[in-house]
């Protein structure tokens, strides 16, 4: 299900029912959806029952990230995240407040992060409504950052042999 934050009906709708089901709640840009994205939600949804997941907006991942970014509109990486096996509900999130609206209408059981936030768990919005659950990062796998760079080196070596 596509939730609107902008709609509280929406979170109370969605969480009807799930009052003996654990809600887990998270969010990142997912900005080229890849491997550790996929590994980091399956993960958060094997310490829940149910996982609700923000993905940030375009608006959003531009501040964050650089006016490069995003690589994918908002829609699609919403449509990507949303039809992931592991993720049983998502939301376009404009800025925190989207995040704690959905928070306060969901009322999770737990509010998922990854290990960057290890250090900032007092900064985890939500973190007053449900306890802050940090999932540990898996070393092997890149960010959407370290693709790109990737990418870019690769493209100025070859550019430089010919």
């Not at 009906?9 to 997912?30: H, P």
Request: with cysteine.
């Amino acid at each position: 299900m596509i939730l609107d934050p902008k709609n509280p009906n929406d979170a109370l709708i969605f969480s009807r029912g799930t009052d003996s089901r654990k809600v887990g709640l998270t969010s990142g840009c997912f900005d080229l959806l890849h491997h550790y994205h996929l590994l980091y939600l399956e993960r958060c949804r094997r310490l829940c029952d149910i996982l609700v997941v923000g993905v940030d907006s375009d608006m959003r991942v531009k501040k964050m990230k650089g006016d490069e970014r995003p690589i994918a509109p908002e829609h699609v990486r919403l449509a990507m995240v949303h039809g992931l096996r592991a993720v049983d509900a998502a939301f376009v999130m404009n800025d925190l407040d989207d995040f704690l609206t959905m928070a306060i209408g969901l009322n999770p059981k737990v509010i998922f992060r990854n290990q960057e936030w290890a250090e900032r768990v007092k900064e985890v919005v939500g973190r007053s409504i449900a306890p802050v659950v940090i999932v540990p990062d898996v070393v092997t796998i890149d960010s959407t950052t370290g693709i790109i760079s990737h990418i870019l080196r690769q493209s100025k070596g070859r550019k430089r042999s010919r």
